[in-house]
């Protein structure tokens, strides 16, 4: 399950932001809308041109480069990097929890299409570190390399 996102620099999300799944708090009121204490049913609502289509987008972003499932919409990719931008990256942050492990995998791209760098951590220890620019791999299972 997703235990929380973050994406800065994304569209209209020029800072970042944080869409945290752990922090139920007063959600008891409907325990249907919790599952391993955290929430798993969310509405998200706002006036026209607020961010939720943008929103949906980010966080769908992970399946246009771990999966062949390509659905999303080229249209919502059109701007993909805020137009105020400074840093000409978009950073992602997902973080899962699969029964007693945490998986925590982030990104950097410069475009929808182009991954700058990418590292996975499980439970806090890294697995992997990627650069694309400098094809840089760290792991923390096997020794450095560089290809």
Request: charged content about 25%; some cysteine; proline content about 1%.
């Amino acid at each position: 399950m997703l235990k929380s996102f973050s994406v800065k620099n994304f569209k209209n999300f020029k800072e970042k932001i944080v869409l945290d799944f752990s922090k139920i708090r007063d959600y008891g009121f409907n325990q249907y809308l919790i599952k391993n204490n955290l929430v798993n049913k969310m509405l998200i609502y706002g006036p026209n041109n607020s961010g939720k289509s943008n929103l949906g987008a980010a966080i769908m972003d992970i399946t246009t480069h771990l999966t062949d499932n390509h659905r999303i919409d080229n249209l919502l990719y059109a701007y993909y990097l805020n137009g105020d931008f400074v840093d000409e990256i978009v950073e992602f942050k997902y973080e899962f929890l699969f029964n007693d492990k945490e998986i925590c995998y982030t990104y950097q791209k410069d475009s929808q299409a182009k991954l700058i760098s990418e590292e996975l951590y499980e439970n806090e220890k890294l697995i992997f570190k990627y650069n694309y620019k400098n094809h840089y791999l760290h792991s923390g299972l096997i020794k450095d390399l560089n290809y």
